[in-house]
């Protein structure tokens, strides 16, 4: 196992652990998290995408090397997931409490 994915197992092991409604799961193939059944986070090519919302600026967490998620080659990248790099691996585990707390709202009204 590569330093990104034990980095991205060991968040989703930590979320998993301290909440009830968050378990792990499935995400287009690849390892993902989820609160009670829908995805906020998962692993991705050495990288690490969050559900964050399309009002969300990776700017305001320092965070200028970013992309959207673009799995489709005929469809536009999906705005509101973000692919953040290992380099910023640093704010992985704040970017997912963000994703969670945005999926929570979502998800609970």
Do not use: C
């Not at 969300?56 to 953040?84: A, H, R």
């Amino acid at each position: 196992m590569d330093d990104e994915e034990a980095l991205y197992r060991k968040i989703a092991a930590q979320m998993e652990g301290s909440r009830d409604s968050v378990t792990q799961g499935k995400m287009m193939s690849r390892p993902g998290i989820k609160y009670k059944g829908k995805v906020f986070a998962f692993y991705r090519k050495e990288q690490m995408v969050f559900k964050l919302g399309h009002d969300y600026d990776p700017g305001d967490d320092g965070v200028e090397d970013w992309s959207y998620l673009d799995p489709f080659k005929n469809k536009p990248p999906m705005k509101g997931w973000y692919q953040i790099p290992f380099s910023r691996g640093d704010v992985w585990p704040d970017l997912a409490e963000k994703a969670l707390a945005a999926v929570a709202a979502e998800v609970d009204g």
